[in-house]
């Protein structure tokens, strides 16, 4: 069902739909739909209820075997990667489509996997995962080479060609979105790929591979394989017949990623990796209750489990007193706790409650640093079987704690006061990371030195978490190594040619 019908729907049709769900969570390997060749399964638990959504293959060596072998095998076979790039860019075409005609399942499927709200899906996961397919498919018929000046007796051309075997190894925050991110632009520039999603959340996973197939991709050229990162991802990241691997997740196994890769056959590795990102308030703020509205939503969109999360909030030592009583005022218009089958919810229950401990061990850590909770830090009443936190916030911070410098993924806000602009800019590059920062300002100066002068991948000047398929997503240090989402994605799953011609003869 697509989007626009299922917004209309009611909290009570979305819980009549997913309680007959019935999801296809075999692993799809060269177009077969297959258990696990040691017949084990785990648990994917919905985290709003704690009860058992459905169980997925456990993906072993023998299975990533298989998946590398059929990805090696419809490669050879020409079948996409020779395929004519018109007839490549319609699959893609009809692919981003069905993703949109298939808008409810996956938005039922997310959420019961991680506790996303049904209405954030259909407004954004699902769309973008389309759009990121339609773009990427876009791209392949302007993918073109180059011929460089030489010598009268040589004629010199480049040409770009797929890596071949693409392994995609992603996390639990967005599902269906990274699959996409990660999937589109391999499959557009000519390679197979081997999906091997988060075990938090496979059970969109299997689904959009078969979606490419009814698009008319062949067989063999999109493969999931299910399973624990210890065991299915690293026997993927070690495979010898891998070229390349492209990772989001943590910084420590994106760390992992570079290891496996030096240890088996040199592949490429790209990392998108976490983040602890700046959120600037400046006193010549243009409108302060604006700038409240994108830190609330900066810091407590997606659950605050975002890689560009504005989790750090430096505030102007002279607004900070004003800008706190703001935030604790709008935030219960902003954010709504509930069921996230219910489209009034903005914020559902954390991924696991595995990770709603984390994160409530994490604002006991910042109470024992010195920080002081102005808001939440606790597990909300009458949500007891959920993984819920609620939106939090903490004051009294300085940088050099440990909720200001480690990634909680989790709905927790720090504010840091701040005297000059200099300290600032020092605070905000006083970070392993340096994925996102967001400025406010009216000083048209001031907003250019201080994008100059912050290490980060991505910028915001008077606003949070805007853009669109053309902006580099990726970081700076430890948040990354590549990009995702803009044309400059492709160069990192394709690898240049050069030909040579002696015209001596
Ligand atoms: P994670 O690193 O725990 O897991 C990511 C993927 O790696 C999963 O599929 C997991 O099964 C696999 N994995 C885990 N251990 C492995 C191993 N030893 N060998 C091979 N594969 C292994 O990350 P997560 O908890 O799923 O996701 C949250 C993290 O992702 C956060 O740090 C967040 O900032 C980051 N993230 C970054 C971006 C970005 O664009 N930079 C986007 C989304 C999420």
Redesign the pocket.
Known sequence: MRTEQAKTFTAEDFRRHAAVMKPETRMLIDGELLESASGERFESTNPATGKVAATVPAGTIEDVNRAVISARRAFRSGAWSRREPRSRMEVLYRFAKLIEDHALEFSLLDSMDVGKPVTDMLSGDVPAAALTFQYFGETIDKIEGTITSTAADAFHYIVREPLGVVAC??????PLL?NAWKVAPALAVGNSVVL?????SPLSATLLAQLFIEAGGPEGVFNVVHG???T???A??LHMDVDKIS????????K??MV?AGQSNLKRVTV????KSPHIITSSVPDLDVAVDYAISGIYVNKG????AGSRILVDASIEKDFVERFKARVHERVRLGDPLDPKTTMGPQASHCHQQKILDYVRIGVQEGAQVVLGGRMPRGFDEGAYVEPTLLTGVNNRMRIARE?I?GPVGVVIPFSTIDEAVAIANDSTFG?AAGVWTSDLSMAHKMARNIQAGVIWVNCYDHGDMTQP???FKQ??TGR?KCLETLLTVSQTKSVWMHLGY
């Open positions: 190894i992603t996390p639990w925050n967005y990274m091997k999603p988060a075990e938090l624990t990162g210890s299915a991802g690293k993927l990241a990772f989001t997740g943590s910084t420590d196994v994106g992992l990623m496996y998108e990796t976490g983040g489990e975002v890689c560009s990634e993924f994925l997503w990726g970081g948040s990354g995702d």
